[in-house]
């Protein structure tokens, strides 16, 4: 059986840039001051979501800007990760990882800007 190609770094690029793209006009099309306040897009992480159930003594005593830049560390992570493997289906999965991170926190940010879209 031989073996699928490999994925080029110039496409695992083009699809995270995608994603990331894709997640910056939601946020644009929820609430367009959103830019104003980039920086916190993180807070709303699926992993600072769990550190808030697991870990609530503990973030207690840390600053409030604790739980944004562990967002934004595992985003970092995560699309760095994503460029790594060389295999496509490690690629896809870490993609799929990827994306229902960014679709979850987008919503975590609808929800908590009060956007109605009805």
Not at 11 to 24: C, D, M, N
Not at 54 to 82: C, H
């Amino acid at each position: 059986m031989q073996e699928p190609p490999e994925m080029s770094l110039k496409r695992k690029a083009l699809f995270l840039s995608l994603a990331w793209a894709i997640t910056a006009a939601a946020m644009t099309i929820i609430w367009p001051i959103s830019w104003t306040f980039f920086w916190a897009f993180a807070y709303y992480s699926p992993v600072t979501w769990l550190l808030s159930f697991v870990a609530e003594r503990f973030l207690s005593k840390q600053s409030d800007n604790f739980p944004i830049v562990v967002g934004w560390f595992y985003y970092l992570a995560l699309t760095i990760v994503a460029l790594w493997p060389k295999r496509r289906l490690w690629f896809y999965i870490i993609y799929a990882l990827l994306l229902i991170s960014l679709a979850l926190n987008v919503e975590g940010c609808r929800e908590w800007s009060h956007a109605s879209f009805s």
